[in-house]
């Protein structure tokens, strides 16, 4: 991270230089990590918001759950003009994006498909849905708001809007709303 912070681009941070940074041999950072790509992505999550717990109480509170938790990161991302470049600079290095995709997108994009395959299961989505779609039909708005537009509005209750919005259109007609 101070590397980093010290404004060295992602690939000009060799591992000699890292493990120099750090006071440590090279060895050391390979026990742990097999190349730069790995170590990034971990210097990445341990700067972001903790993956939420949900309350499994219904599909749409664990959808807000999940989703509030991409618009924490976009606040944080917000805020801090280092995470914004390590995020612009990850992008350019298709090596650390396929790591970054690997270890935290691919896990959290599962874990919110399987949400969705048990709101399906228990009635609370219809059954002709294909879930992966479902998938980025949710989670576009916020994806919208927080890479595309970086000056969008990230309010507190956004998370819950966006459920609810898409999940009016999503249920069985003889469903009923719940609402909380």
């Not at 805020?79 to 914004?84: D, E, Y």
């Amino acid at each position: 991270m101070r590397l980093l912070e010290e404004g060295v681009p992602l690939a000009e941070a060799s591992i000699e230089r890292i493990a120099r940074t750090a006071g440590v041999g090279k060895a050391a950072i390979y026990r742990r990590w097999s190349g730069k790509e790995e170590l990034f992505v971990d210097v990445l999550r341990a700067y972001e918001p903790e993956e939420p717990e949900l309350p499994g109480t219904c599909l749409r509170d664990d959808l807000v759950v999940l989703l509030d938790s991409f618009r924490r990161r976009g606040v944080a991302n917000q805020s801090s003009a280092l995470l914004r470049t390590v995020h612009a600079q990850m992008k350019s290095s298709p090596r650390i994006w396929a790591a970054y995709d690997k270890l935290v997108i691919a896990p959290r994009r599962q874990k919110a498909v399987e949400v969705l395959r048990r709101g399906q299961e228990n009635g609370e989505l219809r059954a002709d849905l294909d879930l992966e779609l479902l998938h980025d039909v949710v989670v576009g708005p916020m994806l919208m708001r927080v890479v595309l537009r970086p000056e969008a509005d990230l309010s507190e209750d956004l998370a819950a809007r966006v459920v609810d919005l898409v999940l009016d259109g999503l249920r069985p007609v003889s469903s009923p709303v719940p609402r909380p």
